[in-house]
């Protein structure tokens, strides 16, 4: 099975940046499709990045432009660098790892954006 710690969440001011980092362990790491996911208090967890085995790349709307999701299968990391950003940035964000019969998820990294 495949484990997910996240780190690099924190306060920032709106318009700054943060590096959020996944480290996965797993033999197999690079067969997996990894995404960030967000989730505030009262709403649904939603698709933020997802990065593909093959290394296609997908963003939400709301932050496309602004964040860029990248993996390194030689660190089996995954990273998710967030530029200029907002008030409504602020959740926690949730490193997932998906497989054809697999699925797992971080324990989550709290990104707090406000003045």
């Known amino acids: 099975q495949v484990q997910l710690v996240e780190s690099g969440g924190g306060l920032v001011q709106p318009g700054g940046s943060l590096r959020l980092s996944c480290a996965a362990s797993?033999?197999?790491?690079?067969?997996?499709?990894m995404g960030w996911y967000r989730q505030v208090p009262g709403k649904q967890r939603e698709l933020v990045a997802l990065?593909?085995?093959?290394?296609?790349?997908n963003y939400a709307d709301s932050v496309k432009g602004r964040f860029t999701i990248s993996r390194d299968n030689v660190k089996n990391t995954v990273f998710l660098q967030m530029n200029s950003l907002k008030p409504e940035d602020t959740a926690v964000y949730y490193c997932n790892a998906r497989a054809p019969d697999y699925n797992a998820w971080g324990q989550g990294t709290l990104v707090t954006v406000s003045s």
């Open positions: 990065i593909t085995s093959g290394g296609t790349t």
């Open positions: 797993s033999v197999i790491f690079s067969a997996y499709d």
